[in-house]
Structures are given as structure tokens and as C-alpha cells.
């Protein structure tokens, strides 16, 4: 069975930091690329960032660019999220996912470019 099972997430001021981290089990995944998305109450699941398959790539949503860094460690399975300089407006679930495809070279930042998903952590950023 595949699970995806994210950590880290808990309450924090504005301004703190969070290390999230989510580890596969039931199957590799360190061909695959690795993403981060998140949803606030009411709003859509949207983007935050991801990671290629080899760890060489990043890409971020402007949203947290400069204040988020995703990395991974393909020896145990396992993709980070640190998160620097928190917002109120990060306030979300967030869940990590693996991409569908093995070794893609193009950025993936679509919902639809996984399809392996956690059940997702609470970060919750007061003012």
C-alpha cells in the first residue's frame, strides 16, 4: 500500500519557521518529482512547490518565493518543506504528492501531474 504521510505542521506567529516533511513508504518514489500544495478553507487546492526527481530543480509559487525551500532525500524516501518568514496568509493544509510519471523534465505544478497524495498537516500562522 502507498502512503504519503506529511508532518511538522502545527501553530505558529507570524514571522516563525516550520519544517515540514513527508515520507513515502510502499513504494519509491526518488524517481519521481515530489510537490507541495496546500488549501485554505474555501479556497482551491493551489500550488506551493516542487522538486525534480534528482533533487537538482526547484520551482515555487510567487507567493512564497524567497521564503520557502523544498529539498528531498532519495535515499530515505523522504521530501522537506522548510518554510521561513510565515504569513497569516499561509495559514492551510498542506499536502505533499508524487508525481505520476518517472523522470519528467518539465515543471510540475498541476494538481493533475500527481496522482499519489498525503491526507495532509495543519499549519496555522497567527497574526
Known amino acids: 500500500q502507498v502512503q504519503l504521510v506529511e508532518s511538522g505542521g502545527e501553530l505558529v506567529q507570524a514571522g516563525g519557521s516550520l519544517r515540514l516533511s513527508c515520507v513515502a513508504s510502499?513504494?519509491?518514489?526518488?524517481?519521481?518529482?515530489m510537490g507541495w500544495f496546500r488549501q485554505a478553507p474555501g479556497k482551491e487546492r493551489e500550488f506551493v512547490a516542487t522538486?525534480?526527481?534528482?533533487?537538482?530543480?526547484?520551482y515555487y509559487a510567487n507567493s512564497v518565493k524567497g521564503r520557502f525551500t523544498t529539498s528531498r532525500d532519495r535515499a530515505k524516501n523522504t521530501v522537506y518543506l522548510q518554510m521561513n518568514s510565515l504569513k497569516p496568509e499561509d495559514t492551510a493544509v498542506y499536502y505533499c504528492a508524487a508525481d505520476r510519471t518517472q523522470f519528467t523534465s518539465t515543471t510540475r505544478y498541476r494538481v493533475s501531474d500527481y496522482e499519489y497524495w498525503g491526507q495532509g498537516t495543519q499549519v496555522t500562522v497567527s497574526s
Open positions: 510502499g513504494r519509491t518514489f526518488s524517481n519521481n518529482a
Open positions: 522538486i525534480n526527481w534528482s533533487g537538482t530543480y526547484t
